[in-house]
């Protein structure tokens, strides 16, 4: 098999493991953009749930029930005012540097934006994500704008 037909094939193995949650975080931006989110008297922070898709493989009955249970639970979210913003991942990609990239760790497969109070609120938001109980790994981080040039920031330790 010659390079060429080594890249396509491993891009026809992820498209078929990424596909189904593909389809579940569709629903989620659906259902994100229908909902109407409760005011909240704390100011809310945007945050990011990064998905990478574990070794295991789901049968057609498992996608189809991590389907339904991702769309409850996207409703449940959208509901307490978490605001839910999905992105997903293809597969093409280009890596540059010293070889030393997150390419040999398990690929990221989608993104979740959404909004919560604190760090701790978005984790156990992520927590509750019906992904991990199909072998999906989770990574939550805070969601910043970039710093304009020039601007200083005093460490965090130090506000």
Same mark, same amino acid.
């Given at each position: 098999?010659?390079?060429?037909?080594?890249?396509?094939?491993?891009?026809?193995?992820?498209?078929?493991?990424?596909?189904?949650?593909?389809?579940?975080?569709?629903?989620?931006?659906?259902?994100?953009?229908?909902?109407?989110?409760?005011? *909240?008297?704390?100011?809310?922070?945007?945050?990011?749930?990064?998905?990478?898709?574990?070794?295991?493989?789901?049968?057609?009955?498992?996608?189809?029930?991590?389907?339904?249970?991702?769309?409850?639970?996207?409703?449940?979210?959208?509901?307490?005012?978490?605001?839910?913003?999905?992105?997903?991942?293809?597969?093409?990609?280009?890596?540059?540097? *010293?070889?030393?990239?997150?390419?040999?760790?398990?690929?990221?497969?989608?993104?979740?934006?959404?909004?919560?109070?604190?760090?701790?609120?978005?984790?156990?938001?992520?927590?509750?994500?019906?992904?991990?109980?199909?072998?999906?790994?989770?990574?939550?981080?805070?969601?910043?704008?970039?710093?304009?040039?020039?601007?200083?920031?005093?460490?965090?330790?130090?506000?």
């Amino acid at each position: 098999m010659n390079p060429c037909e080594c890249s396509r094939a491993r891009s026809r193995r992820w498209l078929l493991r990424t596909a189904p949650i593909a389809v579940c975080l569709c629903v989620v931006s659906v259902l994100a953009q229908s909902s109407n989110p409760l005011p *909240s008297a704390t100011s809310m922070k945007t945050f990011v749930i990064i998905f990478r898709q574990g070794p295991l493989q789901l049968t057609e009955a498992d996608k189809l029930r991590r389907a339904q249970e991702t769309v409850a639970w996207a409703r449940a979210q959208n509901a307490a005012g978490h605001k839910l913003d999905p992105r997903i991942l293809t597969p093409e990609s280009e890596h540059r540097g *010293s070889g030393n990239s997150a390419s040999n760790e398990r690929p990221v497969t989608a993104l979740l934006f959404l909004e919560a109070r604190d760090l701790s609120e978005a984790t156990q938001v992520a927590e509750a994500h019906p992904a991990l109980h199909y072998g999906s790994e989770v990574e939550v981080r805070p969601w910043a704008p970039p710093v304009p040039v020039g601007t200083t920031t005093a460490p965090a330790a130090s506000r």
